[in-house]
């Protein structure tokens, strides 16, 4: 696709239940981020994928957030039994150049998670 | 833990009128890179600047990295209601991690 696809676009789950958000990124792009925005809030690092492997996860904020990605390309984040303060906006973004300081990072819409 | 604040948090303004964002730190960065952020929308590239001390241009919209590159500031001339949104700073953290600021909520209001 032309950009970062990200799905559900909006999610709105029962404490407890386990929630997938699911993002495409750009085509050949290698390095993909997931972050999360609180509202109201700046961008929190969550994790970081060269390829299909994670040499970053310090940004999970527990053993219930996991995340993988496939073939170089889709990535799932995982969220289980899923609490209040999970409620935020999720954004993937996805760039070409990673050990160029001038690395763009393009990001999808976001999905929003309401957790009631 | 680096530390990366932005100021002022929140800023209405009447068209027409200049303002300065600024991008805080304690730490140095090899980078820093601006975005801004719409309603609903991911943030979305408007700048990069590497070398301490430069001054990007990009139409009305200056932008300063410091000579320590600790620090970055964002000076927007004549603005308009279009340059509504949430500026993100981005410093470049290691080899591969962009931290966000909290930003700055700009309201140019017509």
Known sequence: ?116 | TQLLEQSPQFLSIQEGENLTVYCNSSSVFSSLQWYRQEPGEGPVLLVTVVTGGEVKKLKRLTFQFGDARKDSSLHITAAQPGDTGLYLCAPKSGTYKYIFGTGTRLKVLA
């Open chain 1, 1 to 116: 696709g032309a950009g970062v696809s990200q799905s559900p676009s909006n999610k709105v789950t029962e404490k407890g239940k386990d929630v997938e958000l699911r993002c495409d990124p750009i085509s050949g792009h290698t390095a993909l981020y997931w972050y999360r925005q609180s509202l109201g809030q700046g961008l929190e690092f969550l994790i970081y994928f060269q390829g299909n492997s994670a040499p970053d996860k310090s940004g999970l904020p527990s053993d219930r957030f996991s995340a993988e990605r496939t073939g170089g390309s889709v990535s799932t984040l995982t969220i289980q039994r899923t609490q209040q303060e999970d409620s935020a906006v999720y954004l993937c973004a996805s760039s070409l150049i990673l050990q160029v300081d001038t690395g763009e990072l393009f990001f999808g819409e976001g999905s929003r998670l309401t957790v009631l």
